[in-house]
Structure formats: structure tokens, C-alpha cells
Nanobody
Framework: QVQLVESGGGLVQAGGSLRLSCAASGIIFSINTMGWYRQAPGKQRELVAVISSGGDTRYADSVKGRFTISRANAKNTWFLQMNSLKPEDSAAYYC???????????????WGQGTQVTVSS
């Protein structure tokens, strides 16, 4: 079984910073992509950032220049550094990954349980 565990959420003031982390464990052969999504009440889940196995990154327009996605070397761990936070960034943040469990298995998307980020005015 593959498990993704997030940490780092919390309450911060506008303009502050938070660093989220996600660690994947279990039977993992490889991870193609690692990503972060968020969902605010009454809104659909949206992509925040994604990083490929080759290190290519993409960001939502709303977070470009403020958020940075990265991954740890030789570890199934990735991060989301969030700077210059705004109240509109408040949401439940979810990490996800496209995982290949074994050399013969297909690739499937797994999700973390979510971590709450609240940015006060």
C-alpha cells in the first residue's frame, strides 16, 4: 500500500510563509510526478504546483512567483514553500503523486489526507 502523509499546515498572517511537506511510503518502484492541490470551501480542487521526475515544474498562475515546489534528493518526499501568503490562499492542501508500485504494475494517483492552511488578514 502507498501512503502519502502531509505536514506543515497551520495559521499564518498575510505576508507570512509556510512550508508543506509530503512523504510517500509503502511499496514504491518509482514516482513520475509529485504535486500539490488545494480546495477552499465551495470551490473545486485546483492544481497548485507539480514537479516531474525530471525536475520540470508548473504552477497555477495565482501562485507563480510566491510558491515553490521541490523534492528531496533520493527520497520520496516533496515540498511546497509558500511565501507572501494571501488570505485567498486559505484552503485544504493535498499532495498527490503518480506512483508505480512495482516494475510490472501500472501507474496510479495517490492522495494525502490534506492539511489546512489558513491565512489571516
Amino acid at each position: 500500500q502507498v501512503q502519502l502523509v502531509e505536514s506543515g499546515g497551520g495559521l499564518v498572517q498575510a505576508g507570512g510563509s509556510l512550508r508543506l511537506s509530503c512523504a510517500a511510503s509503502g511499496i514504491i518502484f518509482s514516482i513520475n510526478t509529485m504535486g500539490w492541490y488545494r480546495q477552499a470551501p465551495g470551490k473545486q480542487r485546483e492544481l497548485v504546483a507539480v514537479i516531474s521526475s525530471g525536475g520540470d515544474t508548473r504552477y497555477a498562475d495565482s501562485v507563480k512567483g510566491r510558491f515553490t515546489i521541490s523534492r528531496a534528493n533520493a527520497k520520496n518526499t516533496w515540498f511546497l514553500q509558500m511565501n507572501s501568503l494571501k488570505p485567498e490562499d486559505s484552503a485544504a492542501y493535498y499532495c498527490n503523486a503518480l506512483v508505480k508500485a512495482t516494475s510490472s504494475s501500472g501507474r496510479f494517483v495517490y492522495w494525502g489526507q490534506g492539511t489546512q492552511v489558513t491565512v489571516s488578514s
